[in-house]
């Protein structure tokens, strides 16, 4: 779901915009729709966004660099991964357990 979608669609055609530019740099996972999610997130979270002008919007988005949203995404997915999800209880024993040391 977007939050703001009355805003998200004004300002759909800029989103668009930089979307292409983060794509020229092979940044093809990215979407629309990410990008207005962190600029919700980081760059307007202590901000009301009744208060902000369209201006600032556009402005906004079109400073946004490529590798800001991607190491966003990146800590949000380090953030959420379980890094053992598919391992069972043994694997997880026989991974974790201690070295056994031969002299």
Same mark, same amino acid.
């Given at each position: 779901?977007?939050? /703001? +979608? $009355?805003?998200?669609? $004004?300002?759909? %055609?800029? &989103?668009? *915009? $930089? #979307? !292409?530019?983060?794509?020229? /740099? !092979? /940044? +093809?996972?990215?979407?629309?729709? +990410?990008?207005?999610?962190?600029? @919700?997130? $980081?760059?307007?979270r202590k901000k009301k966004m009744e !208060?902000?002008?369209?201006?600032? @919007?556009? *402005?906004?988005?079109?400073?946004?660099?490529?590798? !800001? @949203?991607?190491?966003?995404?990146? @800590?949000?997915?380090f953030q959420s991964d379980n890094w053992?999800?598919?391992?069972?209880?043994?694997? #997880?024993?026989? #991974? &974790?357990? %201690?070295?056994?040391?031969?002299?």
């Amino acid at each position: 779901m977007i939050q /703001y +979608d $009355k805003l998200f669609n $004004k300002v759909l %055609p800029v &989103l668009e *915009s $930089k #979307l !292409e530019e983060i794509q020229y /740099y !092979e /940044y +093809d996972q990215i979407t629309v729709e +990410d990008i207005w999610n962190f600029c @919700i997130q $980081k760059k307007w979270r202590k901000k009301k966004m009744e !208060e902000i002008h369209l201006y600032e @919007i556009v *402005s906004t988005i079109y400073s946004i660099k490529a590798s !800001e @949203i991607v190491s966003h995404f990146q @800590i949000q997915q380090f953030q959420s991964d379980n890094w053992f999800g598919e391992l069972n209880q043994d694997e #997880l024993n026989e #991974l &974790l357990k %201690p070295r056994s040391t031969q002299n």
